[in-house]
């Protein structure tokens, strides 16, 4: 979605851009106006085998390597540029969830050079149980910006933005739906032991889940862009080249289908 952003030249008409896990990632690429690169990563199956791989806790790891995705993949296989997304006058605003406090938290603050944009890509995507312990920025610590608020409009809202593009990687009928049940019972010891502050976050996830859904439908300050009825279920570690590519393809079309007319029309 960010790749048909950047192609439509569209970037300089936002004051902001904010992001939460990996549409903060996404975020990220699209500032520093290397999307084309920063897609390529995702249906890279080398890539992918690194970051995310079930047999990492057998070697002592996470399953979810944030270490190699920032300080490898995005510093030296595929460079984002850092500096430009420092520069740029579009403001970058990725959030995470306090593993003290359990609130939503917008690590914009804390982003005054090139490793605390590396710190706050890592801290946005710091998924409970699957990407380690806590990440440390700015004498805090923040787990997944999922866990508080997986599509972060209510914090741009709350910042004053008068209208907000909702790029949103889930289909229409996909609803809201409560957590596995053995996910249910592993994430709460997990954060008992590594973020105690956002237990009660995460027993309200799902009602608060669907009162995102109700407020995305009904507030007319938010314009959603969401994948077709045919495109695939992502799951939180889906590696299959073929499902990522056909994802991405099917997102770049939506944005394309949304927002051409709105741009021929004006």
């Known amino acids: 979605m960010v790749l048909a952003l950047e192609e439509l030249g569209l970037l300089p008409a936002f004051d902001a851009v904010y992001g939460s896990s990996a549409g903060a990632l996404n975020a990220a690429w699209l500032l520093c106006g290397r999307s084309v690169t920063g897609v390529r990563s995702w249906w890279n199956p080398d890539v992918m085998r690194r970051i995310m791989n079930p047999l990492h806790p057998l070697r002592g790891r996470a399953v979810i390597d944030l270490d190699f995705l920032v300080h490898q993949v995005y510093s030296r296989l595929e460079p984002m540029d850092f500096p430009a997304i420092l520069a740029n006058p579009v403001e970058f605003h990725p959030l995470a969830t306090d593993a003290d406090t359990g609130e939503s938290t917008d690590l914009h603050p804390f982003v005054v050079d090139v490793d605390t944009v590396k710190l706050a890509l890592a801290a946005t995507s710091c998924m409970p149980v699957l990407a380690g312990p806590p990440i440390p920025l700015g004498g805090r610590r923040f787990v997944d910006a999922g866990v508080t608020e997986p599509i972060p409009f209510r914090t741009a809202l709350s910042q004053g933005a008068t209208h907000v593009l909702v790029l949103r990687t889930r289909r229409a009928d996909e609803l809201p739906l409560p957590p596995p049940r053995v996910q249910d019972v592993v994430v709460p010891r997990f954060l008992r032991r590594y973020a105690p502050g956002t237990l009660a ?31 695939p279920t992502i799951g939180p570690i889906e590696r299959d080249p073929a499902v990522l590519r056909r994802a991405v393809d099917l997102g770049r079309t939506s944005v394309l289908t949304a927002l051409s007319p709105l741009l021929t029309a004006s």
């Open 201 to 231: 976050a995460w027993r309200t996830q799902h009602a608060r889940d669907i009162a995102d859904a109700q407020t995305l439908a009904s507030d007319p300050r938010l314009f959603s862009v969401r994948p077709p009825l045919d495109a």
